[in-house]
């Protein structure tokens, strides 16, 4: 079933091509990031994290930049596949010692046949 | 299978009513936290329990409580329900202690009529 918000921001992108989303962070104190991807009816899966010492950290095909100067954060994917079809969440630490994140809004991936 | 179970999956009931939400962590993980994700919005932070004791509150209203017993299971209890309050909450868990994100259960979709 549904899982996630009808207004979601849409990446539509053809099947083999690189997909990235993007994501801006508000909290400039936060140390440690995630990428999260949820499907539908599932809770989110951990991708991929990077540490503020890094600005870039790669896993299979999946590459997390981080640029601190903008608060800015991406996940690039390389030859999506079908099965990445989801909502892509980044999240932050709130640094405060309770290791509670914040999440953005998502961005929903589509990937066409 | 993430390793942290919630129930029910599913929940529904009617205005005014009173509901509970369970969740197990994963093995060895001693916090937990809960999550609620609307249709218009991401995932909004609860409260979080470490080791039987809260450890943070976000965004919790003054309707809802939870508590972790001595097993490491929390509960997640909400009262005098609303409409506004179909969502679906999640649970997560982590060792503690440690910034390396977190694990979600597949969450209870609570539907109020």
């Known amino acids: 079933g549904e899982s996630v918000g009808l207004h979601l921001p849409t990446l539509s992108v053809q099947e083999g091509d690189n997909s990235i989303i993007n994501c801006a962070y508000s909290?400039?104190?936060?140390?440690?990031f995630i990428w999260y991807k949820q499907e539908s009816g599932k809770g989110p899966q951990f991708i991929i994290d990077i540490r503020s010492n890094m600005d870039k950290r790669q896993g299979q095909r999946v590459t997390v930049l981080l640029n601190k100067t903008v608060k800015h954060l991406s996940l690039q994917i390389a030859a999506t596949q079908p099965g990445d079809s989801a909502v892509y969440f980044c999240a932050e630490n709130d640094n405060s010692g309770t290791y509670k994140y914040i999440f953005g809004t998502g961005t929903r991936l589509k990937v066409l046949a | 299978d993430s390793g942290v179970t919630q129930t029910p999956k599913h929940l529904i009931t009617a205005t005014g009513q009173r509901v509970t939400l369970r969740c197990s962590p994963r093995?060895?993980?001693?916090?937990v936290y809960w999550y609620q994700q609307s249709l218009d919005q991401g995932l909004q932070f609860l409260i979080q329990y470490y080791n039987g004791e809260e450890r943070a509150k976000g965004n919790i209203l003054e309707r809802f409580s939870a508590q972790q017993f001595p097993d490491l299971h929390s509960e997640l209890n909400l009262s005098s329900l609303e409409l506004g309050d179909s969502a679906l909450y999640f649970c997560?868990?982590?060792?503690?202690?440690?910034?390396?994100?977190?694990?979600f259960g597949s969450g209870t979709r609570l539907t109020v009529v």
């Open positions: 997560a868990s982590s060792v503690g202690g440690i910034s390396y994100g977190y694990t």
């Open positions: 093995s060895g993980d001693l916090s």
């Open positions: 909290n400039s104190a936060s140390d440690y």
